[in-house]
């Protein structure tokens, strides 16, 4: 609990002060990612901010190993929060009604998901097929891909509609998701004995490669549409897709049973289906700027 907790502090922090670190940079684009990386890499705040994520992945491998995954990403949401007052008192940002009522939708559906949980009765999962992983992870890989890609094409189109980012935050979404994935089989695979054995086995495993793929492959991806769309709305589009396809997905392919409760089965079934449909609802554009009126010339006024 103790490193959920505070896994929940850094990605929050990290998030935010890479947000504000971004809101200085010339415009990046996924189109030229080594000079997205060039601007990065030479902001003291954004280095800030990726140091605190990199701990945050720490805490997170702690997790994995003492509690089942629907409990870690329930734990994990609820960092929501303290992102949202921290997108608000540090960043200026404002949520409407609606977007408001959205997240606490979220975190509604995200509590029942932890309120199915049974400490007793839950079992944390081990080990996953190989298979399964892949055939679980690579088209979801391919479909966060292709949506942020059409998310950009729209962006290029003339007289658009501002975006609030809910595309680019599935995508990225998508591919932390399976990112988690990775993260849970590396956990499952560290150990204290026979060091060498267990490294060797772990390199023979997809999640080094998962991990490689979706961490560059997401950072470029999570930049670039950070520096374009509110923090306060397309962190947490991206965390609850993350965190459904992994209690969801994840929970079947580590082999961790659903409740057998009638009633924790119908909080963790109904939470997730409240999820969904929020993020199939929340508003795709922001609200153009209203147009102001224009005051005649003076002297065209005059005579």
Request: proline fraction near 5%; hydrophobic fraction near 50%.
């Amino acid at each position: 609990m103790v490193a959920a907790l505070l896994a929940n502090v850094l990605y929050s922090t990290g998030f935010v002060l890479e947000k504000r670190a971004l809101s200085a940079m010339p415009s990046v684009s996924v189109r030229a990612p080594l000079r997205l990386l060039r601007h990065v890499v030479s902001s003291p705040l954004w280095l800030g901010g990726s140091l605190a994520l990199a701990a945050g992945f720490g805490a997170q491998l702690a997790v994995y190993r003492t509690l089942p995954i629907a409990a870690a990403q329930g734990i994990f949401v609820s960092g929501l929060v303290l992102l949202l007052l921290l997108s608000s008192r540090l960043l200026g940002e404002r949520t409407s009604g609606r977007e408001r009522i959205a997240v606490g939708a979220i975190l509604l559906a995200l509590l029942m998901v932890v309120l199915s949980l049974d400490e007793g009765a839950d079992t944390v999962g081990e080990d996953a097929p190989v298979a399964l992983v892949l055939l679980v992870s690579l088209p979801s890989l391919a479909l966060g891909v292709w949506l942020y890609a059409n998310g950009e094409r729209r962006a290029g189109q003339r007289h658009r509609q501002p975006t609030t980012g809910v595309e680019y935050g599935v995508a990225v979404g998508l591919l932390y998701g399976v990112s988690s994935l990775a993260i849970k089989g590396v956990s499952s695979s560290l150990t204290t004995h026979d060091i060498g054995g267990a490294l060797l086995d772990l390199l023979r495993s997809p999640y080094p490669y998962l991990l490689l793929f979706t961490g560059a492959f997401g950072l470029i991806m999570s930049q670039a549409a950070l520096q374009r769309c509110r923090a306060s709305l397309i962190v947490p589009v991206c965390t609850t897709v993350t965190s459904l396809f992994t209690a969801v997905l994840g929970t079947l392919a580590f082999g961790e049973a659903l409740p057998h409760d009638p009633v924790r089965l119908a909080l963790r079934v109904a939470g997730t289906a409240l999820a969904v449909a929020v993020l199939l609802v929340m508003p795709k554009h922001d609200a153009a700027p209203a147009a102001q009126t224009s005051t005649p010339p003076k002297e065209l006024t005059s005579g």
